[in-house]
């Protein structure tokens, strides 16, 4: 009798034990969610776009939200994590930031935490939640051919300048190949390319690198988001010259551009529909559910989104979307185009 009270007591102890690791651990009961952003000014996106709409839609889904942002800090992204982490996260959802998520998305799987690798691919990752990103490349290399044929310029000899963005970035890769299989079967080839990087000052400097080589000489570049393109774009004008590019995202200043004819395109990818495509995943998996995609990327399942090319007579459609606004676009010398292609 003695003995059994005494085993029974032993295992309600180790039960208690257990159930404040849990706790304190933040396993997967918890209703936090915890995101980490990479920073603020690889593009505006991050912080005005991402940041409101996962925290919209993470609180629908009942979540309560801890969203944070490393500010391109690596060490900083893994101390956020920590806390986080024993704070407690029902799942974590990581853009990588240079490599920085993969021993986070290790740590808190021990923990039992799910994690979705948010836009950026995140080896070891549960989830991939992104936008096909193989046919983003394809539309900011498609902008290159559209552009260079409504020059009126054969893009088999025109001076083309290729960028691409952060090698460390999954993404980065995904573009590239998908602007180059468009690019080399159009005939296209590189007259310079640069090392690539998502810090707009670094891509201004890089793309001044390129013009003087090319002695000022440059049809078209292949951009790999509105944020580079701009800084692009400023060491046009200070030349009083215009190129064709593409870009991504959208941004304020992309779609200024593409109204200004300055820019071909851009790459829209709703942030509202890749926010609500990641929360509608949290609640699966916390709902013991495990869904299955029908693409992989390096074996984690990847459920990719389907981004839209807009040129200056689409802008309209993504200010409709409330996802720009007509005050913030349509300023002193964007006035003229925004009444051209109706946006209001
Ligand atoms: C995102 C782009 C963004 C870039 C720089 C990429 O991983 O997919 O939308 O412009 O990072 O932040």
Known sequence: M?????????????????MLAGCSTGAATSTRACVILPDADSGTRWESGDRPALDKVLKAAGYETDIQNAQKDAA?????????????????LLVDFQGAAVTVAEKAKKQGVPVIAYDRPIAGADYYVSFDNDKVGQLEGQAVVDGLAAAGKDIKTASIVYSSGDPTDGNAKMFLDGALSVLNAAGAKAAFTMKGTWDGPTAGTEFEQAFTALKGKVDAVLAPND????????????????????????STAGLQNVLLGKQWSTVYKPFSVEAKAAADLAVEILKGNKPTEAKSNGGVPFLALDPISIKAADVHTVVEAGDAKAA???TADVAAACAKYGVK
């Open 2 to 18: 003695k003995k059994t009270s005494l085993i029974s007591i032993a295992a309600v102890a180790a039960v208690s034990a257990l």
């Open 76 to 92: 900083k992204y893994a101390t956020i994590a920590d806390a986080q982490l024993s704070k407690g996260c029902g799942v974590m």
């Open 227 to 250: 944020n580079n393109a701009a800084a692009i774009i400023q060491i046009l004008d200070k030349n009083k010259m215009t190129a064709v590019m593409g870009g991504q995202d959208a």
């Open 328 to 330: 913030d676009l349509c």
